[in-house]
């Protein structure tokens, strides 16, 4: 029984997290290389003025996935903590 539950609930987060990733991460990665493609047509910008333009595209993506990765952390943590996982003790 609970191994059934175990599955249902790693389906349930398998789901959650590939709508995310196709609703919003994709997104944010679209507008993450619009980005960079203009900090690399800025002809008058030095390599290092354009590489720091790219790195600031990339910190909304990468502040996203690492809030997902973390919830994520702290939802497996709090499973691993329910009660339904701790064993009873046997009857006498």
Do not use: Y
């Not at 590939?18 to 203009?38: D, H, P, T, W």
């Amino acid at each position: 029984m609970a191994e059934v539950q175990q599955l249902s609930v790693q389906e349930a987060v398998d789901t959650m997290v590939k709508n995310v990733e196709r609703k919003n991460i994709r997104k944010m990665q679209g507008l993450m290389f619009q980005c960079s493609a203009g900090c690399c047509e800025d002809n008058q910008a030095s390599m290092q003025q354009v590489h720091q333009c790219i790195e600031r595209c990339h910190v909304p993506l990468a502040q996203a996935q690492a809030l997902v990765t973390s919830e994520l952390e702290k939802f497996q943590d709090r499973l691993a903590r329910s009660p339904s996982r701790v064993p009873l003790p046997e009857d006498p």
